[in-house]
Structure formats: structure tokens, C-alpha cells
T-cell receptor, first 115, second 109 residues
């Protein structure tokens, strides 16, 4: 089963709301990723968790707060977002082995609109 | 970090034509992937190909790691091949997969 599932698929929130995006994988992968994609642009890395520890934070504003409760789950908590944060948020997972990053598998994405 | 460039940025072809998409990268890689992004935004894995040649139906890919480029070949194009094709790469010891700017392919019936 090579599936990464993301919920919700669509989310509309106001600038004062608190919401969360969720991601789950059951491939036994030890790395999980959040990417952000604006229209007509490539995905840009936000965070990487390796072995359930935050290993990369690409200088993301603190209004985005990642969490990795266990090796299968990855959350992205959203608070006090701005309209320019509206984008497609993509979760991915991969295997890690001796410094090599295995094939990344992406979920379908969560399309976020901030009003 | 690693730089990834794709060409051409846009490609319009008649159904049945063949195409070649190119990806250049600035450093040695331990991961190179090709994706097709569908109209709903999902990134579909086409190839995991840090080196060598692979084929899957009408699609094939070749990565020449020593010369730092990869090619994606699409033969006998169909309208369902339309969309954006991304190349992404990372180097040894780095978990950051960096995407190129993509090639937007349009297949006309």
C-alpha cells in the first residue's frame, strides 16, 4: 500500500481561526514532509521530520506549527493565518537509510483558503 | 542547496507526437524523481531514477548522474498526458527534495 492520506481536502478559514491539517502513512517510512504550493509554482519545502524529530524547518513563520505524534502521523497546526497563506499543502513520506533519501510519496493535498 | 532547472517551460504538441523533457541539477544526487501533477493538484510518481534508465509503458527516463541531467521521454502522446511535469532532486545526507520549475505539457487532439 503506497498511500499517503491527507485530510481535509479543502479548508476555508478566517484569519482568527485555529485549524489543523492531518497526514497519515502506513508504509513504515521514517521521514515525513510538509510542502506548500502556490498556483503555477513548484512545491516548496516547509518542514521535515526524521525518526519523529523535526530535522528541517525552512524558516517557516510560527503561525504554522508542525507536530509528529508518531511515525505514521503528521499534523500541521494553523493559527492566525494571512490571505497570502492560501495554497495547496502537500504531505509526503519516504524511507531513510544511511544518508540516502528514498522515493517520496505524496498525498492528494489540502487546498487552503484564508479569508 | 542543490539547484534544479527544467526545460522547456511550456510544450504544446499534437496527439500522437513524442516529447523529451530535460532536468539539469547542480550537484551529485542520491534521489531524483519525475512527477506528473494532475489538474486536481496530486503529484503522481513517474520515476525514481538517481541514475540509469527506466521504462514504464509509453514513458521512459534516463539520468546521467556524471553529467548532472535527466531526461523524460513521452511517446505517442495522449490528451491525458497534459499537465505539469516536475523533476525533483536531493543530494547525499540531505532530506530536502528540491523541485524544478516544471514543464507544462499541453496535448491537442
Amino acid at each position: 500500500d503506497t498511500e499517503v492520506t491527507q485530510t481535509p481536502k479543502h479548508l476555508v478559514m478566517g484569519m482568527t481561526n485555529k485549524k489543523s491539517l492531518k497526514c497519515e502513512q502506513h508504509m513504515g517510512h521514517r521521514a515525513m514532509y510538509w510542502y506548500k504550493q502556490k498556483a503555477k509554482k513548484p512545491p516548496e519545502l516547509m518542514f521535515v521530520y526524521s525518526y519523529e524529530k523535526l530535522s528541517i524547518n525552512e524558516s517557516v513563520p510560527s503561525r504554522f506549527s508542525p507536530e509528529c505524534p508518531n511515525s505514521s502521523l503528521l499534523n500541521l497546526h494553523l493559527h492566525a493565518l494571512q490571505p497570502e497563506d492560501s495554497a495547496l499543502y502537500l504531505c509526503a513520506s519516504s524511507q531513510l537509510s544511511g544518508g540516502y533519501t528514498g522515493e517520496l510519496f505524496f498525498g492528494e493535498g489540502s487546498r487552503l483558503t484564508v479569508l | 542547496g542543490i539547484q534544479v532547472e527544467q526545460s522547456p517551460p511550456d510544450l504544446i504538441l499534437q496527439e500522437g507526437a513524442n516529447s523529451t523533457l530535460r532536468c539539469n541539477f547542480s550537484d551529485s544526487v542520491n534521489n531524483l524523481q519525475w512527477f506528473h501533477q494532475n489538474p486536481w493538484g496530486q503529484l503522481i510518481n513517474l520515476f525514481y531514477i538517481p541514475s540509469g534508465t527506466k521504462q514504464n509503458g509509453r514513458l521512459s527516463a534516463t539520468t546521467v548522474a556524471t553529467e548532472r541531467y535527466s531526461l523524460l521521454y513521452i511517446s505517442s502522446s495522449q490528451t491525458t498526458d497534459s499537465g505539469v511535469y516536475f523533476c525533483a532532486a536531493c543530494n547525499f545526507g540531505n532530506e530536502k527534495l528540491t523541485f524544478g520549475t516544471g514543464t507544462r505539457l499541453t496535448i491537442i487532439p
